[in-house]
């Protein structure tokens, strides 16, 4: 797979007004819980989102924030391949907790016989789209009351990619006749549509001519450096070692004249556009050579792309930039296993890094709060936050929701986490924990819960929480009167890391174990460890029920 990711991204206008609109857009026809359902689930508005709103695993995929504290997210019961509804949540507190909104239409995040975590985009708090992103055939969505309803937004073609203001809709679409086939897709005319807000309709629509001799048109909306100004992008990003053949083109005036701005990239593939006026727009270059491993580079121009100047850096991963609300930090989203977060205050030529997490991070989506501030989502694990770029904490887990009829296990019912005083044979540093029901209710535990290494006394963590599994296990039952279940606890002592700048070492007298609210176990380590506090020391092999032999103790 090719290490080339293309994320169009632009600087949102702010909004002068809220739009009201004097008529209500119907639902979006859209099938239940599974692919096979034509009518949307009932969602109650304001209740909380727990990790079994959208089915058991639920969690926050993706987030757009409007304010310091107001913002809306995407929530989903797998990270790649969500098989129950997904839904529109909203947070009233940057991300500390959530509540539920709407099911998305279905074809938002249902393409081409499979399930996809869509991607949001409000402008206001009121309107807002949602989208299938490039996929084929592709779908785009609209809504002016905050997400109750929505409506489709009709496209002349295929594999729309859109950006949008408080006052304008601008979509890309592939006028194809036969889209499935990559052979006449990659030859597809491309169409600007132009959208006035609530509308689903276009009052304009524009065939963009050629403006360069490449072959496979492909196009993509680039970026919005005005309300009338386009660029997009266009051929074959190439990627897995090839070099790409790419072009830019630009229009000025609403799609009527077109002209071609030359790409400083040239074979690496111009990977995204960041606009920050007309005129000042820096461009990341990346050639993946597979794994989201390849060459970057950036570009700045002040003169529209008339004459480009190289900015001194060069990446080695796929990176998203995403610009703050002040425009003074420049944040980086790495894709890829090793993830994290990077962030430069000089426009991209110095970049210092942040693991997040203590193991990288790989993120899903970053939003950016106030003036310098972020909400990172990490695939498969917690949500991060920032107020200045350089200090991140993670957000509270979802709480728990009930699963069959179950309520989570909790030691108010009765429930018990203890380490074992043996350990795992061949496993330096690893501990079996075992769970005990001896309530009167059976109840349920989350196969993949938060561990942090604490200080007893406090309670307080001494590092990063556990890494949790990217693939969302069953929840496991522990039945009542003696039920039992296990997981594989790891500590990793600072002596492991070695000599290290950054390995600061904290001793760590017990650990918590959180299934989400009211889901929290608290035990101390058989022996006191010292542990690196900026490193994720801690790991756990999932919950799996009874007493299992996935592993020997000795």
């Not at 169409?191 to 490449?214: D, E």
Request: net charge positive; glycine share 12%.
């Amino acid at each position: 797979m090719s290490g080339f990711v293309r994320h169009p991204r632009f600087v949102k206008f702010i909004s002068l007004t809220l739009i009201v609109a004097s008529f209500i857009v119907a639902s979006a026809g859209s099938p239940g819980y599974g692919a096979s359902s034509q009518s949307s689930p009932v969602v109650q508005r304001g209740v909380p989102l727990t990790n079994t709103s959208a089915g058991s695993g639920t969690q926050v995929d993706r987030v757009d924030m409007l304010t310091s504290s107001f913002g809306y997210g995407v929530a989903a019961n797998d990270t790649f391949y969500p098989t129950r509804w997904v839904d529109l949540v909203r947070t009233s507190n940057a991300g500390s907790s959530w509540t539920m909104q709407s099911a998305l239409p279905y074809q938002s995040f249902h393409q081409s016989g499979g399930e996809l975590v869509p991607t949001i985009n409000f402008v206001s708090r009121m309107v807002g789209y949602v989208s299938s992103e490039g996929t084929v055939p592709g779908a785009l969505f609209m809504t002016i009351n905050g997400g109750i309803t929505w409506s489709k937004v009709s496209t002349p073609g295929v594999a729309p990619t859109f950006m949008a203001t408080s006052s304008a809709l601008a979509v890309v679409s592939d006028i194809c006749v036969h889209p499935h086939q990559d052979s006449d897709f990659n030859l597809c005319p491309n169409v600007l549509s132009l959208y006035r807000v609530g509308a689903t309709t276009p009052w304009r629509s524009v065939r963009i001519p050629r403006t360069s001799n490449i072959a496979n048109r492909n196009a993509q909306l680039f970026a919005m450096p005005s309300p009338n100004s386009f660029v997009i992008s266009e051929g074959d990003p190439g990627g897995g070692g090839e070099h790409s053949r790419l072009s830019l083109s630009e229009t000025s005036n609403a799609g009527i004249t077109w002209r071609h701005v030359d790409d400083p990239c040239a074979g690496l593939g111009s990977d995204q556009l960041v606009t920050f006026n007309s005129r000042a727009w820096l461009l990341s270059c990346f050639l993946g050579i597979g794994m989201n491993q390849g060459i970057g580079n950036l570009w700045r121009t002040s003169n529209g792309g008339a004459s480009w100047s190289r900015v001194l850096h060069g990446d080695e991963e796929a990176t998203t930039l995403v610009p703050s609300g002040n425009q003074r930090i420049l944040f980086g989203e790495v894709a890829g296993a090793t993830g994290g977060i990077v962030f430069s205050t000089d426009g991209g030529a110095k970049w210092t890094r942040t693991d997040i997490d203590g193991q990288g991070g790989a993120p899903e989506s970053l939003s950016t709060i106030g003036p310098t501030g972020a909400i990172d989502v990490v695939i498969g694990n917690l949500m991060y936050r920032t107020r200045n770029g350089r200090n991140w904490t993670a957000l509270p887990e979802l709480p728990a929701g009930t699963y069959k009829g179950l309520s989570i296990c909790s030691p108010r019912d009765g429930v018990t986490a203890v380490i074992s005083t043996k350990l795992v044979k061949n496993i330096p540093g690893s501990s079996p924990i075992i769970f005990t029901n001896r309530g009167t209710r059976n109840c349920y535990l989350d196969a993949a819960p938060i561990v942090r290494a604490v200080n007893d006394t406090s309670r307080d963590p001494v590092g990063p929480p556990a890494q949790m599994t990217y693939e969302q296990s069953d929840f496991v039952i522990l039945k009542a009167h003696g039920g039992r279940a296990n997981a594989m606890l790891g500590i990793s002592p600072a002596s492991e890391w070695g000599p290290s700048s950054r390995c600061v070492p904290k001793i760590a007298t017990g650990v918590t174990i959180s299934f989400g609210s009211p889901g929290l176990f608290f035990d101390k380590l058989r022996v006191p460890t010292r542990v690196c506090t900026r490193f994720a020391t801690v790991s756990i092999i999932e919950v799996l029920p009874g007493m299992s032999t996935h592993f020997k103790i000795t």
